[in-house]
């Protein structure tokens, strides 16, 4: 995957180069912005970026009440949580602090508390929420190109 994003870096990268500061950063802010919705996408679907689906989760240790069908990740993938930041140098997708320990939990398949500081710890398997997929970098191309060529 790095490999081809290096190949992309070498074929656009001087013609990036040569653009304006400003139109570097409004070509890495409509890159960002895709990523982004990108990535809600996939999480939502809960698949990795190379495709393969999500470790499921464990059987709860409590018993519910009636079924609950809860999707995973519902909230953390919400714009208000996942932000983007462009310059004219990087686009950057990233959580917010406040649920960073969260994603960071589950993209490392760290052990964590469940539901608060105090509870019980778990081992969470790793869920890569954030990563570049084959699409996205045919999409950051598809974007560069466009650009480049004077297309919205």
Same mark, same amino acid.
């Given at each position: 995957?790095?490999?081809?994003?290096?190949? &992309?870096?070498?074929? @656009?990268?001087?013609?990036? #180069?040569?653009?304006?500061? =400003? %139109? /570097?950063?409004?070509?890495?802010? +409509?890159?960002?912005?895709?990523?982004?919705?990108?990535?809600?996408?996939?999480?939502?679907?809960?698949?990795?970026?190379?495709?393969?689906?999500?470790?499921?989760?464990?059987?709860?240790?409590?018993?519910?009440?009636?079924?609950?069908?809860?999707?995973?990740?519902?909230?953390?993938?919400?714009?208000?949580? &996942?932000?983007?930041? @462009?310059?004219?140098?990087? #686009?950057?997708?990233?959580? =917010? %602090? /406040?649920?960073?320990?969260?994603? +960071?939990?589950?993209?490392?398949?760290?052990?964590?508390?469940?539901?608060?500081?105090?509870?019980?710890?778990?081992?969470?398997?790793?869920?890569?929420?954030?990563?570049?997929?084959?699409?996205?970098?045919?999409?950051?191309?598809?974007?560069?190109?466009?650009?480049?060529?004077?297309?919205?």
């Amino acid at each position: 995957m790095s490999t081809d994003l290096d190949a &992309l870096e070498a074929f @656009a990268g001087e013609l990036l #180069a040569s653009l304006e500061p =400003t %139109a /570097r950063a409004e070509l890495a802010r +409509r890159i960002a912005r895709e990523l982004r919705q990108s990535q809600q996408k996939r999480i939502a679907a809960q698949q990795n970026p190379d495709g393969s689906a999500f470790a499921p989760r464990k059987a709860r240790l409590r018993a519910q009440r009636g079924k609950l069908r809860r999707q995973m990740f519902a909230r953390i993938r919400l714009a208000k949580h &996942l932000k983007t930041r @462009a310059t004219g140098n990087e #686009a950057v997708v990233a959580f =917010t %602090a /406040r649920v960073s320990h969260i994603a +960071r939990a589950h993209q490392f398949g760290l052990r964590d508390h469940v539901d608060h500081r105090r509870g019980i710890k778990a081992d969470y398997p790793a869920r890569q929420l954030l990563g570049i997929s084959v699409a996205d970098e045919a999409l950051i191309r598809d974007l560069a190109v466009a650009h480049l060529a004077g297309r919205p």
